[in-house]
């Protein structure tokens, strides 16, 4: 069976799961919605990390690994997100635990194979996801998840990078500086998913660390300087640290769950992890589909608009404005459908 029929199913089921999770975004907001986005509002956080990203890595994952086991997380994932929405709790409760048991053997797996740092890096990633799982099905609540899942973002992002930034050939202090902020980061989620303080300003503190470290380290630094599908990656690396950063320096304030919380968890979800996914879906994309997918200057427009709305949702917060706060959130939906409108018609004229 050829890549693309096996595989795009997979990521259809990612898809439904952005559509229903941004609508849900859209009513938390106040817009208004179709009913069946406006029922899901509950479940926003749920539908966009479990069922949309946690799908999407989960998948890379299985294409890396190359074994059908792996395979199995994916659409477990998406259909612990969708039961979810849908109220049927039993279901969702044993998609997502076994969804997330077989990304953390994946991650483990992968990890020996590796036999360095980066490798358990990203192990921790899928840890930390898994025990996010545990305790949303657990009946924690959803701040302990999340910080397990914001968890689960930066060691998967932050793995990646470490290891393509062995080419550079660190010195040993730059590796402990990398593991000393990984530490600090992972001790606050550690604190967060206990509810022991001080937690989010450690988490805060780590974050900033790590932001400081893959903004002066990253190779995208050096390839920022090139042209093409290579620059723009670079770009969407570079805006990425700079929203860790400040999600690290809203949380490290202490003013995290309170006022600023919208501010930091979206500087970090949309600043920093939507501009990875902005960046590397023209590389992701073609090695799961096995499709081609050449570079377009047209991919800087969403991007721009994505870090735009995003510079405009932190100033509603911080103007304690709602309207404005709703407004980038709608820029946020605006760029991620302006996304993939440019990806897919760049495929086609591909295709032609």
């Known amino acids: 069976m050829k890549p693309f029929v096996a595989r795009a199913p997979l990521l259809v089921l990612g898809a439904i799961c952005l559509v229903i999770g941004v609508g849900a975004g859209l009513a938390r907001l106040g817009w208004g919605v179709p009913g069946w986005a406006a029922q899901a509002a509950g479940l926003h956080a749920v539908l966009m990390i479990v069922g949309f990203f946690g799908t999407v890595i989960a998948l890379e994952r299985a294409v890396a690994l190359g074994q059908w086991w792996g395979y199995v997380a994916p659409p477990a994932l998406a259909l612990a997100a969708l039961a979810a929405a849908r109220g049927a709790w039993p279901y969702s409760t044993a998609f997502a635990l076994a969804g997330a048991a077989v990304l953390l053997a994946v991650a483990v797996v992968q990890a020996f194979q590796a036999r360095a740092l980066h490798g358990w890096v ?3 990633g899928a840890l930390s996801f898994a025990a996010g799982v545990a305790l949303w ?11 397990c899942w914001l968890a689960f973002f930066v060691f998967t992002i932050s793995g990646e990078r ?4 062995r080419v550079l050939q660190p010195a040993p202090a730059v590796r402990a500086w990398f593991v000393a902020a990984a530490a600090l980061f992972a001790l606050g989620v550690v604190a967060a998913a206990l509810g022991v303080d001080p937690r989010w300003q450690v988490l805060g503190a780590g974050l900033v660390l790590l932001a ?4 002066v380290h990253d190779i995208a630094r050096r390839t920022v300087r090139q042209k093409g599908l290579t620059r723009y990656i670079a770009v969407c690396l570079l805006a990425g640290y700079f929203w ?3 999600a690290g320096l809203l949380f490290a304030s202490g003013i995290g769950l309170a006022r600023a919380w919208d501010a930091a968890l979206h500087a970090l979800l949309i600043g920093f992890v939507l501009s990875m996914v902005f960046g590397h879906a023209p590389i992701i994309f073609p090695a ?9 200057p047209w991919l800087y427009l969403p991007l721009a608009l994505l870090h735009a709305s ?3 949702r932190v100033t509603g917060v911080a103007a304690e404005s ?3 706060r709703a407004w980038g959130g709608a820029g946020h939906a605006a760029a991620i459908a302006l996304f993939i409108v440019t990806m897919a018609g760049n495929a086609l004229r591909s295709r032609r």
Do not use: N, Q
């Open 122 to 124: 990203l192990a921790g």
């Open 137 to 147: 099905v657990g009946g924690a609540g959803l701040p302990p998840a999340i910080a």
């Open 162 to 165: 470490l290891e393509l930034a």
């Open 212 to 215: 400081a470290w893959l903004a």
């Open 244 to 246: 860790l950063a400040v």
């Open 288 to 296: 799961v589909l096995r499709v081609k997918l050449p570079y377009t």
């Open 310 to 312: 995003l510079v405009l």
């Open 322 to 324: 709602l309207a404005v």
